[in-house]
C-alpha cells in the first residue's frame, strides 16, 4: 500500500505542476485563447495520460527545475560639473587651476576625468583644450591639480595659435563623476 500512495502523490505533484504552468501559459498570452488540441483520429486509441516519472533511489518526488534567473544591468548615470578659474601654472603635464566659481556642491575628487576649455573672445564658444584627470582632491577655495591625458595641440584662438596654460588664462574645467 505505501508504494502505491507513493505513486499517487507523484502524479498528483505532477499534475499540480503541469496545472500551474498552464494556469501561467493562459497569463502569458494575455486573454487570447489557446490553439485547440488536434483531436485523436476515429478508430485510433485514446490519448494516454501522463505517467509519473520514474522513483529517484530515496522515493522523493523529483525536484523542480530552478527558475530561469533574470539578469538585471544596473543604471549607470553619469553626472558633470563645471569649475571656472584662472589658470595658476603649469608644469609638463600638471595643470595647477585656482577656482573662482563651481557650479555643483561636489567638488572634484581624484581620479574624475574630464576636460579644460576656453572661452573665445566672441564668448559664445568654448575651445577644448585638454583632457584631464584629477590628480588631487580639490578642497574648497585651495586650487586644484590637474593632469593631461589628451592636449589638443592644434586650438587656434581667433586664428592664431596661443599658449594657452600660461598663468592668468580663464578656464573651464567640467568633470564627471557616477
Known sequence: ?????????????????????????????AGQRAPAEPKAAPGSAAATPMEA????????????EPAQKLKYTKEVVIHTADLHGKVKGRAGKSITI????????????????GA???????QDQWLLLAEIVVTD????????????VD?????????????????????RLRWEWE
Do not use: W
Open 98 to 113: 585656482e577656482p573662482l566659481v563651481a557650479t555643483s556642491e561636489k567638488l572634484p575628487l581624484k581620479g574624475n576625468k
Open 1 to 29: 500500500m505505501f508504494g502505491t500512495r507513493t505513486k499517487s502523490m507523484r502524479v498528483c505533484v505532477v499534475g499540480v505542476a503541469i496545472a500551474a504552468s498552464l494556469a501561467i501559459g493562459a497569463l502569458g498570452c
Open 137 to 148: 582632491t580639490m578642497v574648497a577655495g585651495q586650487p586644484i591639480s590637474v593632469e593631461i
Open 53 to 64: 516519472p520514474a522513483p529517484t533511489a530515496k522515493g522523493a518526488p523529483p525536484a523542480a
Open 151 to 171: 592636449e589638443k595641440k592644434d586650438v587656434l584662438l581667433d586664428g592664431k595659435k596661443v599658449n594657452h596654460f600660461i598663468p592668468g588664462t580663464m578656464v
Open 116 to 122: 579644460i576649455y576656453r572661452e573665445t573672445t566672441t
